[in-house]
């Protein structure tokens, strides 16, 4: 049984920075993509950024430059480095994990980790 349980969120101002890991149980991160979503509260979830299984990161363009995805196999750990943050980055960020090393169907989600930007 898999799970992935996020961490690092938390109150930052305009400008901060927060580090957000996300530890995957019950199967080795390194053979899938992974990635972040997040949402506000009355709207859609949103795509934030993923990391193939060969290393390609994409990313939302409202984050390029800003955000870093990263992943340590061997600890079963994702990372998501939040910089620069303003306003509009304030949601729950949750942690996926598709089906295989690309862009697929979403198998797993995390329960969240809430980031608020003031």
């Known amino acids: 049984h898999v799970q992935l349980v996020e961490s690092g969120g938390g109150s930052v101002q305009v400008g901060g920075s927060l580090t957000l890991s996300c530890v995957a149980s019950?199967?080795?991160?390194?053979?899938?993509?992974m990635g972040w979503f997040r949402q506000i509260p009355d709207r859609e979830r949103e795509g934030v950024a993923r990391?193939?299984?060969?290393?390609?990161?994409t990313y939302t363009d409202s984050v390029k430059g800003r955000f870093t995805i990263s992943r340590d196999n061997a600890g079963g750990t994702l990372s998501l480095q939040l910089n620069s943050l303003d306003l509009e980055d304030t949601a729950m960020y949750y942690c996926?994990?598709?089906?295989?090393w690309g862009l697929g169907t979403i198998l797993y989600w995390g329960q969240g980790t809430q980031v608020t930007v003031s």
């Open positions: 019950g199967d080795t991160i390194g053979r899938y993509c």
């Open positions: 996926v994990r598709h089906s295989g």
């Open positions: 990391l193939d299984a060969y290393g390609s990161a």
